[in-house]
Nanobody, 119 residues
Framework: VQLQASGGGLVQDGTSLRLSCAAS????????MGWYRQAPGKQRDFLAS???????KYSDSVKGRFTISRDNAKNTIYLQMDSLKPEDTAVYYCNAAYYISWHSPSDAWGQGTLVTVSS
């Protein structure tokens, strides 16, 4: 699986942005997909995930401001980010847990997309 993240950019404090992550390649099925971010000098942190059935999880840091969604037909997930703050500035990565075949799980990371929130 190859993951292509897009939608990052420079925005102002309090505005919104939507990220996309499209999966492509050869796979049996994709289970959970998610978003993480890594600020300069910090570790990569979990933000949100969504299963193939649509169940979602969020970190406390973004709950209520960010919304993850998924289009299974397009093998794409989205992250709607509202009320952005300067501390949301980071490189945002998508992740996919998938099956290469029915008994071979694996996971993949996208290349990251930079989000910069100016005050």
């Amino acid at each position: 699986v190859q993951l292509q993240a897009s939608g990052g950019g420079l925005v102002q404090d309090g505005t919104s942005l939507r990220l996309s992550c499209a999966a492509s390649g050869s796979f049996f099925s994709i289970r959970t997909m998610g978003w993480y971010r890594q600020a300069p000098g910090k570790q990569r942190d979990f933000l949100a995930s969504i299963t193939a059935g649509g169940s979602t999880k969020y970190s406390d840091s973004v709950k209520g401001r960010f919304t993850i969604s998924r289009d299974n037909a397009k093998n794409t997930i989205y992250l709607q980010m509202d009320s952005l703050k300067p501390e949301d500035t980071a490189v945002y990565y998508c992740n996919a847990a998938y099956y290469i075949s029915w008994h071979s799980p694996s996971d993949a990371w996208g290349q990251g997309t930079l989000v910069t929130v100016s005050s």
